[in-house]
T-cell receptor, first 116, second 114 residues
Framework: AQSVTQLDSHVSVSEGTPVLLRCNYS??????LFWYVQHPNKGLQLLLK??????LVKGINGFEAEFKKSETSFHLTKPSAHMSDAAEYFC??????????????FGKGTKLSVKP | GAGVSQSPRYKVTKRGQDVALRCDPI?????LYWYRQALGQGPEFLTY????????KSGLPNDRFSAERPEGSISTLTIQRTEQRDSAMYRC????????????FGEGSRLTVL
């Protein structure tokens, strides 16, 4: 069965410093992995996705994530935080090789705060 | 439309009443999904459709919950005889279809059952 663990429920950084949001996954198959962002009172938006091409995935707004199979991790990073990055971030796994294409498994989310 | 539209945005109802939540997906999107998000949790899969066909309803918690998409476009999620534990944000998403396609989410319908 697939599962996702986001190791931090809340991360606080200063503007201009690096961001690291951690995610570990468990999957019986070759997983597809995603990061979604949710700003207050907005719908969830796709930041980036990994589907077995390059292990380093670049997304929108300067975010990137690296798929590390040996560590079963898919951590989200950004070199320099901006105030507008304050939001909740969800790591998501999908079973590509079977099951429902719609059955995305979401982590519990990490709230990112950015201090001026 | 330009994005996924959900209505109502907020619904307060009394225990035992039925509610219907509506989702209008992005025009032309083949697949439509319903998720439920409790406070402090990530979204949890409920069900999804390809066109008008319900492909998977394994996430629906019990038989009080049902969903339909009769013409392959707008979908309705219905909760009968609501209970307080049904209170949550209900999120709809649509996609072009195919495996691992990007999901586009609406802003959600927040249901409160008193």
């Amino acid at each position: 069965a697939q599962s996702v663990t986001q190791l931090d429920s809340h991360v606080s950084v200063s503007e201009g410093t690096p961001v690291l949001l951690r995610c570990n996954y468990s999957s019986s198959y070759s997983p597809s992995l995603f990061w979604y962002v949710q700003h207050p009172n907005k719908g969830l938006q796709l930041l980036l996705k990994y589907t077995s091409a390059a292990t380093l995935v670049k997304g929108i707004n300067g975010f990137e994530a690296e798929f590390k199979k040996s560590e079963t991790s898919f951590h989200l990073t950004k070199p320099s935080a901006h105030m507008s990055d304050a939001a909740e971030y969800f790591c998501v796994v999908s079973d590509r090789d079977g099951g429902s294409q719609g059955n995305l498994i979401f982590g519990k989310g990490t709230k990112l705060s950015v201090k001026p | 439309g330009a994005g996924v539209s959900q209505s109502p945005r907020y619904k307060v109802t009394k225990r035992g009443q039925d509610v219907a939540l509506r989702c209008d997906p992005i025009s032309g999107h083949v697949s439509l999904y319903w998720y439920r998000q409790a406070l402090g949790q990530g979204p949890e899969f409920l069900t999804y459709f390809n066109y008008e066909a319900q492909q998977d309803k394994s996430g629906l918690p019990n038989d009080r919950f049902s969903a339909e998409r009769p013409e392959g476009s707008i979908s309705t999620l219905t909760i009968q005889r609501t209970e307080q534990r049904d209170s949550a944000m209900y999120r709809c998403a649509s996609s072009r279809g195919g495996s691992t396609g990007e999901l586009f989410f609406g802003e959600g319908s927040r249901l409160t059952v008193l």
